[in-house]
């Protein structure tokens, strides 16, 4: 510690006695432009008719690309830290999520049918809870959903999907 205290006080000793030898301290010549701002991307804040749109456009899109037999298509819908839980367990990541909807699809699901119910956002996050049907090889379930999304730089990304089978009547 006297080190540092000796080399302090010796600075503040020697700026004084170099101004006062030398003249006054270099000052930044004024007349130089400023820096040019770096480019800096707008962030889109989410509205309720992009909102809406959005989620217009992602149901839209799972349901007919499901239904098409492209899981690679419905697996981009959602963010690559997503997470979709299903009656049958939950998978994490946009790749494992793609690997399960493929294997609905491999396994014959197909038509499905989806009913919004309820959406609304606030700020960055979002929701849609419905009902949807789907055909198996030998029946029709049907269940409801909830997805959840967020804004990430104006693209809305689906970050959970629940969904639950309604009960078989027998």
């Known amino acids: 510690m006297p080190v540092l205290f000796a080399r302090l006080m010796a600075s503040c000793i020697a700026a ?3 101004i006062s030898l030398y003249g006054s301290p270099v000052v930044q010549d004024q007349s130089a432009q400023p820096a040019a701002p770096r480019s800096i991307k707008p962030v889109v804040k ?16 799972w349901v007919q690309e499901f239904n098409a037999g492209r899981a690679e298509k419905v697996a981009a819908l959602y963010a690559p830290e997503a997470v979709i ?8 990541g946009r790749d494992s999520i793609q690997a399960l909807l493929q ?3 491999t396994n014959g699901a197909h038509d499905y049918v989806v009913h919004s119910l309820k959406s609304e956002h606030s700020g960055i996050l ?12 030998t029946r029709v379930v049907e269940g409801n959903y909830l997805i959840v ?3 990430v730089n104006g693209h809305w990304w689906i970050v959970a999907h629940a969904s639950t089978p309604n009960p078989q009547v027998r």
Request: hydrophobic letters at 35%; aromatic letters at 8%; a positive charge.
């Open 149 to 151: 999304l967020k804004n």
């Open 85 to 92: 839980m299903r009656w049958d367990g939950s998978m994490h």
């Open 126 to 137: 979002g929701y849609e809870s419905g009902a949807y049907n789907v055909t198996l090889r």
């Open 16 to 18: 004084p006695l170099l």
């Open 46 to 61: 989410p509205t309720d008719e992009n909102f809406t749109a959005a989620m217009d456009k992602i149901r839209a899109t």
């Open 103 to 105: 294997k609905s699809i």
